[in-house]
């Protein structure tokens, strides 16, 4: 079987990621020691407290001995040994207004490792890139505005000397934008917008989509009322690179404000799974996920970029959880989807149209401004907010899920600068049964291999290494699972809710290492800590009223007032 | 005795009045000084205009000026960060633990200047009345005020019980040490 | 000359007259003075009182009118601004409707029920004077509101979401839904009073052929009170709950529905317009057998029709809702529901001309308001029919049209017959006649005043003039009509102004009436002007329908009533056959207290939910005094 | 005017009872009243629920436990209820007292069990339109509860006073009984509408 | 300020009276709808006033006709008991007939209002307190766009109208062209417009819904299909930047102000929705919801004080001084 795993640094909806090659880019993720046998040694090691309070998605980066992390805004950069002790900071100036821009809790995510540099984006709207020996900032370029609702979420994608950055600020109303900077000086190489004409989006000659829906001059300007789309939203989530193709594949935030009747069309390209071209940044195909998305869904999810047969045939394919519900199998070469089957239960999409691509949208869970649908599956958060992982021992793929449902109250919103027009009553509400569950998705089946329920959603990524499933909980609890039935195996409890993702590495001692961010926050986790008052059902993009049901009232105040990077250690 | 009921009367009829009027009209002089507010120098509380002292403290018991803070509470965004009162992006209000205070001149500064971590000016947005209804409203949310005058529920999704019920129900938490 | 002590137990047999009557004046009188205001069961003083408060609330209503009518004379004009005039008109609206009209009709019938069906008090009186309380201090709410300029500024049917927590702060929609309470606790009480007074304590041989028309219009009219109010209360109430504690009963985000309130309040709103009607229809059939000097034509038709009406009356709200979006076929249905109660009423209109065209008209005050009455109802009647058809209330709906037409059917089909009435029953309450000579020009003005001032309006409705507008712009051209409608109405007031002179001074100076000025027929007639405080020394036996023209020598009585309490005759509800000599409570402080307790409470509801709990402690107490036996003749048994 | 005595009513009760009483007809009277109100709060009720496209909207039906007790001590609160008024309409002054006792017992204990249904109904009154109509339903006939149970308390003290043996009060206890048959019948449809209809 | 307010209250009562106005009256019929209803409102009429005036000659001859004197009531016989009867009777029968009929009428017309096709424009309605919002629908989002406060509709097809509540009940009503329909929060309703002839058609909001229900006009300005394409298109193109300085350097205070938190202007950074979009304000006929003219004057006199010109509306006074005012009013007065 021809397969070959990536593994990505991504973060959440809203916030989100980059991606990156991890064979080549950090510290190589499958150490024989750590495996089925020897997790129950597992030990912490040490632990280093950030003195941060927001969430901590992402993961820290590992090149030899050092160990790199960066805060949550207002950030710093921290580089430790492997024996906890710091080596250098470096605190970039911050802008302390980038907090009122700082939705779903304002999770960010990185720093990346590449060629000796981490580079890195802050919140306020910099991307940056240090030394990792020393810790020198080699450059550092505003890319984003404040001003028009932007700042960035996601980890940058370092590939081919370049480094990708996508915007955030759909809830501001922002257009969203990817852009590529030249990884030695940062300079700016192009700039793509998902919404617009043709020029400013990149839809040239190169543009061939799978979906005939998508032909036409000038679609990011014809499927909106005339002018909306200058406030349309549609922000990368995390970016993948597919070096021998040459593109980058990302999806598109959802378009704004969430009030489907101010924004009559499709609303392109919000929505949908863009590829570009890596170096130009022309547009190669777009898929629509949700057009004219009525539930601020998005398609800004963490994906996967899997080769291996389908159907008989070896296919690159992209593996994106849709937050409509849907796991999506695309042809990464062409973005024809070759399968859509439901993960968590939904009610919102009852399956796809094979002619568009499109969703089939159930009426009862279609909305109106002015008008309440109630129990909408899933809700806005889509059910897979962190990275998934394909485990190499078993092919499958291991998606951190939650199924939450919401109901929806669209409203007329304004365009008021430095405030957010998100235009929506919306309440969380966990259906009965489990909150959450790892599902082991069994690409070849369309089905899943076996399902590990959760109390609470998940919002942290996976790590797949030695045949186990890692991932946190926001409970707090680490957890080791074997990939191929789903049993546990080893946990953990950890100060504070996880929403990071653990990775694995060898120290230059040879010993294995686990290492995990742990800090409660994020869309999913934010309810948990101080500053969200839940008698108020609607805080927090309603996670307030999910918060008052059912096993999440056991989290609240147990969030830390700091997070923490936790090292584990094989004896 | 006798004397005392024409004087009950009367301060029942002048506090309904106060609770009830609606000035639709404010001269612009008295609109201009209604932003003649003192802050003390860290921003925080400080003394109100005084044509705001001479009208007797016109927002914050008027029923008709806090339902116009809510209306403006809702069409200017605000809840676009603070949801309706709860918090999210922005903290919540709901909890009346508040970075600036209670004060209703830290609430007009808040809203006229904006605070540096993410609250914007209203300044270009509201005029000086508006923003004192907001204020007003605004402590309602956080019920610092008498729930008589305070505004009912609106006709949308129920996201917590409304300003004139007060704080009807005990926090899930304790407040956080901010 | 004393009367002789009374001994437990006493008889009125064989009694001297003059003695008979001072021991019932003993036993049956208040005391005078302000303790006895406030404690008197009396039904003619209550009754008299509550017909005097509500001409007060008509007066006040009145000037109101005349204010509006002040700023529409002129386009754009400044002389009530936008909120004044808004809670002019819900003010104006709630205080006819809620205030005047329907206490007024009742408070006819709280009088006139007993002595038409000779029985010497209400049944449960106290309930009475408590519901007169009631009435004076949900009325008082109401104006003093508005003096504070917090009058409800909703319209009289305060329509959510207008009316609801977000569009209407402050409050004054409160107090109109709270106004609501007062009003219709106080109509409840007064309809279970008149249903039990008229099923039990008819005179013996009123057999129900024989019970008075106007009885019988207030016996139905208490029927549909008592089956209509409660959907208003409900009404009110989930909106006082909405507003104060956040129910959703009209929220439609959270499942309520806004047209909901639209359905609760017409379901009593329209049997609301014929609770004012059917007790004028029964006035009309009362009073116009004295004047056409002949029994009234079709009695059994008459009464049919007053209970058919009644019936009717629960299946045409809908009519109100036409311009709402409810499915057109069911909307047809209520057209022709609605169209059909045309037939009951003019059952009525035949049989009143019938008796005219077969009597002797005696053209006295009273007939002269009947004729403008039939006039005036019958085109009124004629425009709900027109208001009755589906599109063409598309049109008229919430239009000029529509206040022309309810101002006809108000005005002058319960109005009119109200102020024939007073005319026709002054005597008999005060003992002395209204001037006929300004009688005449009282008909006369009101009746031209009130054509030319609603007349016109039909046609600024049909120019599109929307009702309900504080003013209108200069550009529409109706700045003619609305001022020939507002110089006009100054007509109307000088009436009604003539009305109240003519009543204020006729008080003193009218010529004394005697017990039967007009030769009228019915038992009230049997008593003195104004009858003592026990109605009838001895209880009258009825033979027929016109007992004073068929027992024209001698009324027969009975006998064997004590004189030692306060004692009536109760008879059987289908032929009146007495049955029991039962007792009638005596006067009372407690349903003054209670209503005092009651108001306090339920104002205090308006600002907190709590006060419905610890306002109901003095209620409660306050009940436990009322009915607490204390040892009296008249508790035994 | 000029009277003739026709008859002669000495000889009648100075108290009439049952159809005789304008108290039973007034009792009758509220009762029909209340009724209307009661029918118009169910109307309400379905009325919301037809234009409901789920119901009960948002939450789980309510919890039947305090509701079918409180049922079945109101259906069994009705056979004392008439035995109390058959010993009224007897004048048996030891036994009606008893009865009215009983009826003291019997009607705390609804008040009681009304506390737990209003905890089972699963929903505020302030969460949706479903809730406020329950709430208001139930409020509705604890209402009535409370005031017939205000109502049996002064009769049952009154009967130990020196009042008590008085044809009238007699009456009163009957009139009590048939109100009170009234609150528990009014229920029926009520307790339908709260429990049966979600479940449907 | 005072000259603002002056010059305020000067234009609501003194220009008001120009040009903007146009037929408001049930019987002044220019479509299909007032057609009908006007025809079924004059079959009403005279039926019903035919029938009153035979009460009123009946009542008459009741009084006036000759008869025996006396007071003492006459015990009546049986002959004319019958009599009368029978022709109370018949009268009666008449009336059942008469209702019957004109019921059937009524019927007939509200099935022919039902049976209008609905193709052609659709447009979506919202009222708010004080103001109406347009949006032209179309299956092109590109060609959507919303209004204020007037409707321009092509002669001789029929517009369907979707009237979407927002705030309280409002009723649409256009008597020359239709009958009315509520517009109620929650409920959709719609109705259908069918101008017969080009014509500036004035309606009003007929349900009672607060302070200036009174001042809650628009204009239907029924145009012939080739201009109203072209207005429709007008329409479409966002705001023109200004040409004259004055306009330009109102477009700055509009933005730097707090106007463009609660309007929009299409092709300017202004987004708001709680006021009117005003991006072609200009070439709309009325501003205020059908209160005053578009002129330069009175969009001085609005912005200047609207409390005063409309009391109680959501517009706040925005401290302007003169040289502002004057420049915002030349930028609107510019935004055709």
Not at chain 3, 474 to 485: D, H, I, K, S
Not at chain 3, 551 to 563: F, I, S, W, Y
Request: with cysteine; aromatic share 10%.
């Amino acid at each position: 079987m021809g397969l070959k795993a990536y593994a990505f640094e991504t973060s959440i909806r809203g916030a989100l990621v980059a991606g990156a090659l991890l064979g080549s880019q950090t510290a190589r993720a499958d150490p024989p020691a750590l495996g089925l046998e020897t997790i129950g040694r597992l030990e912490l090691a040490w632990t280093f407290r950030t003195g941060n309070p927001r969430g901590h998605a992402g993961a820290p980066a590992v090149s030899g001995d050092s160990i790199f992390v960066l805060t949550p805004f207002p950030h710093a950069l921290v580089a430790l040994d492997l024996q906890g002790h710091e080596r250098w900071r470096v605190v970039p100036d911050s802008d302390p207004r980038a907090e009122g821009l700082a939705t779903g809790g304002g999770v960010t995510d990185g720093p990346v490792l590449a060629g000796g540099r981490l580079y890195l984006t802050t919140l306020d709207g910099h991307a940056m890139a240090v030394e990792a020996a020393t810790g020198r900032v080699a450059w550092d370029r505003a890319v984003a505005s404040l001003d028009a609702g932007e700042t960035l979420r996601n980890a940058p994608l370092v590939q081919g000397g370049r480094v990708y950055v996508g915007s955030a600020g759909d809830d501001a109303g922002a257009r969203g934008w990817l852009a590529a900077l030249d990884s030695g000086t940062g300079r700016e190489l192009w700039r793509r917008l998902s919404t617009g004409p043709d020029g400013e989006v990149g839809i040239g000659p190169q543009f061939r989509s799978a979906y005939p829906t998508e032909a036409g001059a000038d679609l990011g300007v014809r499927t909106w009322p005339p002018e909306a789309w200058r406030q349309g939203g549609g922000s990368p989530g995390p970016i993948l690179a597919d070096a021998e193709l040459g593109v980058v594949v990302y999806g598109t935030g959802h378009p704004a404000p969430w009030n489907p009747d101010q924004r009559p069309g499709s609303n392109r390209w919000t929505s949908g799974l863009f590829a570009r071209d890596a170096a130009t940044g022309a547009a190669r195909w777009f898929t629509p996920t949700n057009p004219h998305d009525e539930h601020a869904y998005g398609a800004a999810s963490p994906n996967l970029l899997v080769d291996r047969p389908w159907r008989g045939v070896d296919r690159k394919l992209l593996v994106h959880p849709d937050p409509n519900g849907f796991l999506q199998v695309l042809d990464r070469e062409t973005g024809l989807i070759l399968s859509a089957k439901p993960i968590v239960p939904t009610n919102a999409v009852s399956g796809l149209d094979a002619g568009s691509g499109a969703p089939v949208r159930a009426d009862a869970k279609r909305t109106h401004a002015d008008t309440m649908t109630r129990d909408i599956c899933p809700a806005w958060t889509g059910p897979v907010l962190a990275e998934p992982a394909l485990s190499a021992e078993t092919g499958f793929v291991l998606l951190p899920t939650s199924r939450l449902c919401m109901d929806l109250e669209p409203r007329d919103s304004g365009v008021i600068p430095g405030t957010l027009s998100i235009g929506a009553n919306v309440r969380l509400k966990v259906p009965a049964g489990p909150a959450g569950a790892l599902v082991a998705w069994d690409l070849e089946r369309e089905a899943p291999a076996w399902t590990a329920e959760e109390p609470l959603p998940l919002a942290g990524g996976v790590l797949a290494t030695g045949g186990l499933a890692i991932y946190g909980t926001l409970d707090g609890r680490l957890k080791a699972l074997d990939a191929r039935s789903g049993r546990s195996l080893w946990e953990y409890r950890a100060p504070s809710g996880i929403i990071g993702r653990p990775v694995a590495f060898t120290g230059p001692d040879g010993r294995a290492y686990l290492a995990v961010l742990a800090g409660v926050g994020g869309p999913l986790g934010q309810a948990a800590r101080g500053g969200i008052d839940v008698r108020d059902a609607t805080a927090a993009g309603g996670l307030a009223n999910a918060v008052r049901q059912a096993a999440y009232r056991d989290i609240l105040g147990q969030g830390d007032e700091s997070g923490s990077l936790l090292v584990f250690r094989l004896p | 005795m006798r004397a005392l009921a024409p004087a009950v009367l009367a301060a029942l009829a002048f506090a309904g009045c106060q609770r009830e009027t609606r000035d639709f009209r404010t001269d612009p002089p008295v609109l201009a000084a209604l932003d003649d507010v003192a802050p003390l120098p860290n921003r925080i509380g400080g003394a109100p205009p005084d044509v705001y002292v001479a009208l007797g403290q016109p927002y914050q018991a008027n029923a008709y000026a806090l339902s116009e803070g809510k209306r403006l509470y809702d069409g200017m965004n605000c809840k676009g960060c603070h949801a309706d009162g709860g918090g999210g992006t922005g903290p919540a209000l709901l909890d009346g633990w508040w970075r600036y205070g209670p004060d209703i001149v830290s609430l007009y500064v808040t809203l006229r200047d904006g605070r540096p971590r993410g609250m914007p000016s209203y300044a270009d947005k509201l005029n000086s009345e508006q923003l004192w209804q907001v204020a007003a409203y605004v402590q309602t949310i956080g019920s610092y005020r008498a729930a008589t005058a305070a505004t009912s529920r609106n006709d949308q999704m129920q996201s917590r019980p409304s300003e004139n019920r007060g704080p009807a129900r005990a926090p899930l938490t304790e407040p956080p040490s901010r | 000359m004393s009367a002789p002590a009374i001994l437990p137990g006493e008889l009125d047999r064989g009694a001297e007259r003059a003695i008979l009557h001072r021991q019932l004046e003993r036993t049956w009188a208040t005391p005078a003075g302000f303790w006895g205001a406030l404690t008197t069961v009396d039904h003619k003083t209550i009754g008299l009182r509550y017909i005097v408060t509500a001409f007060g609330f008509l007066a006040l209503g009145g000037v109101l009118a005349l204010a509006m009518r002040w700023q529409l004379a002129r386009p754009e004009s400044r002389v009530l601004s936008a909120d004044l005039y808004n809670q002019a008109f819900t003010v104006h609206g709630a205080n006819m409707m809620f205030l005047f009209a329907v206490p007024v009709m009742e408070a006819m019938a709280v009088y006139l029920v007993p002595l038409m069906i000779g029985t010497r008090n209400i049944a449960f009186p106290r309930l009475n004077a408590f519901s007169y309380w009631i009435y004076l201090f949900g009325g008082i709410l109401l104006w003093a509101a508005f003096a504070l300029q917090i009058g409800p500024d909703v319209g009289w049917f305060a329509y959510v979401p207008l009316s609801g927590p977000q569009y209407s702060s402050g409050k004054r929609a409160d107090i109109w839904a709270q106004m609501i309470t007062f009003t219709e606790i106080a109509a409840l009480a007064i309809a279970v009073e008149i249903v039990v007074t008229v099923f039990k304590q008819r005179a013996p041989g009123m057999s129900l052929d024989r019970i008075p028309l106007f009885v019988w219009g207030a016996l139905v009219t208490s029927f549909l009170v008592m089956l209509a109010m409660p959907a208003i209360m409900i009404a009110s109430t989930s909106l006082i709950l909405d507003r104060l504690v956040g129910t959703h009963f009209f929220n439609p985000t959270e499942g309520g529905d806004v047209l909901l309130w639209q359905h609760l309040f017409w379901f009593f709103g329209h049997p609301e317009v014929y609770i004012i009607f059917l007790p004028a229809t029964g006035m009309v059939s009362s009073m116009l057998p004295t004047f056409a000097r002949r029994p009234v034509f079709g009695y059994l038709p008459l009464v049919l029709s007053i209970v058919a009406i009644g019936i009717l009356s629960f299946g045409l709200w809908v009519h109100h809702m036409f311009t709402t979006g409810l499915p057109r076929l069911g909307e047809s249905f209520f057209t022709a529901s609605s169209m059909a109660i045309a037939v009951p009423a003019g059952v009525q209109i035949f049989c009143w001309l019938a008796t005219l065209w077969d009597g002797r008209p005696v053209w006295r005050t009273p007939l002269l308001f009947i004729a403008a009455f039939i006039v005036t109802f019958v085109l009124g009647g004629l425009t709900g029919v027109m208001v009755a058809s589906v599109p063409l209330d598309l049109q008229v709906h919430d239009t000029y049209f529509v206040v022309a037409h309810f101002h006809y059917v108000l005005i002058g089909g319960a109005v009119f017959p109200l102020l024939g009435a007073i005319y026709y029953w002054y005597p008999k309450m005060t003992g002395r006649m209204l001037s006929e000579r300004l009688g005449r020009w009282v008909v006369g003005l009101i009746f031209v005043g009130f054509h030319l001032t609603f007349f016109p309006m039909h046609f600024l409705g049909l120019q599109g003039m929307p009702r309900r507008v504080y003013t209108y712009q200069p550009e529409m051209g109706w700045g003619a009509a609305n001022l020939f409608v507002s110089l006009s109405s100054i007509l109307l007031a000088a009436g009604f102004a003539l009305f109240f002179l003519d009543v204020i001074r006729s008080a003193r100076r009218g010529p004394v009436a005697g017990d039967n000025p007009w030769d009228a027929s019915t038992l009230e007639w049997a008593t003195t002007s104004p009858p003592p405080p026990y109605n009838f020394a001895r209880i009258p036996v009825v033979t027929s329908a016109n007992p004073l023209w068929s027992e024209r020598e001698a009324l027969p009585v009975v006998t064997g009533l004590r004189v030692d309490r306060r004692e009536i005759v109760i008879s059987s509800v289908s032929d009146a056959t007495p049955q029991a000599r039962e007792s009638s409570p005596r006067d009372s402080i407690w349903p003054l207290v209670t209503a005092v307790a009651a108001s306090v409470m339920l104002i205090a509801s308006i600002f907190t939910p709590w006060a419905v709990v610890w306002g109901a402690i003095p209620v409660a107490a306050a009940l436990i005094g009322w009915f607490w036996p204390k040892g009296l003749p008249e508790d035994e048994a | 005017m000029r009277e003739r005595v026709a008859i002669d009513l000495a000889h009648l009760p100075l108290h009439g009872r049952s159809t005789a009483s304008p108290t039973w007809w007034g009792t009758l009277a509220f009762m029909l009243l209340e009724g209307s109100g009661f029918a118009l709060a169910i109307a309400v009720y379905l009325y919301l629920l037809s234009n409901a496209p789920e119901w009960p909207i948002g939450a789980p039906a309510p919890d039947l436990g305090p509701g079918i007790a409180l049922t079945a001590l109101l259906l069994a609160s009705l056979v004392p209820n008439h035995l109390v008024a058959r010993w009224a309409a007897k004048d048996d002054i030891r036994r009606t007292r008893i009865g009215l006792l009983v009826m003291c017992a019997l009607g705390v204990a609804p008040c009681i069990l009304r506390i737990f249904e209003f905890r089972a109904l699963n929903v505020s009154w302030d969460d949706n339109a479903y809730g406020s109509i329950l709430w208001l339903l139930l409020g509705l006939h604890t209402t009535h509860l409370l005031t017939d149970l205000g109502d049996t308390i002064v009769l049952t003290a009154l009967m130990f006073t020196r009042h008590g043996r008085n044809r009238r009060r007699f009456g009163d206890v009957e009139d009590n009984a048939v109100y009170w048959d009234f609150v528990v019948l009014a229920w029926l449809p009520i307790f339908a509408c709260i429990y049966g209809v979600p479940r449907l | 300020m005072r000259a603002g307010r002056r010059l305020a209250i000067g234009v609501g009562l003194g220009l008001g009276l120009g040009g903007c106005s146009g037929s408001q009256s049930a019987l002044d019929a220019h479509g299909a709808q007032a057609s009908a209803l006007r025809d079924l409102m004059g079959l009403f009429t005279v039926v019903c006033g035919t029938v009153w005036l035979l009460v009123l000659l009946a009542l008459a001859v009741a009084v006036w006709r000759r008869r025996a004197s006396g007071r003492e009531p006459a015990e009546p016989g049986a002959t004319s008991e019958r009599r009368l009867g029978i022709v109370v009777g018949v009268a009666v029968a008449l009336t059942v007939l008469t209702i019957t009929g004109l019921t059937f009428a009524s019927y007939r017309t509200t099935r022919g209002l039902t049976g209008i096709a609905d193709e052609g424009v659709t447009i979506r309605l919202r009222g708010y307190q004080w103001w109406w919002e347009a949006t032209y629908q179309d299956q092109a989002p590109e060609r959507v766009f919303r209004t204020a406060n007037e409707l321009r509709i092509p002669v001789g097809r029929p517009v369907r109208v979707e009237l979407a509540g927002v705030d309280v009940i409002h009723s649409f009503w256009v008597p020359s062209l239709a009958g009315k329909q509520d517009i109620i929060p929650g409920r959709q309703n719609e109705i259908t417009l069918k101008a017969e002839r080009p014509g500036i058609y004035r309606g009003q909001c007929a349900e009672f819904c607060g302070l200036q229900h009174a001042h809650m006009a628009f204009l239907v300005i029924a145009e012939l299909p080739e201009n109203y394409e072209a207005w429709r298109s007008a329409q479409l193109r966002a705001a023109e930047p200004p040409a004259d300085p004055e306009a330009a350097r109102g477009r700055d205070v509009f933005l730097a102000k707090s106007c463009k938190a609660c309007h929009a202007i299409r092709g300017t950074p202004a987004g708001g929705v709680l006021g009117p979009d005003l991006t072609h304000v200009a070439s709309r006929e009325t501003i205020a919801a059908g209160l005053l003219p578009t002129t330069r004057g009175s969009l001085a006199a609005w912005v200047a004080d609207p409390q005063t010109v409309k009391p109680g509306s959501k517009m706040p006074l925005v401290p302007l001084d003169a040289d502002e005012l004057r420049a915002v009013s030349a930028y609107l007065a510019s935004l055709k």
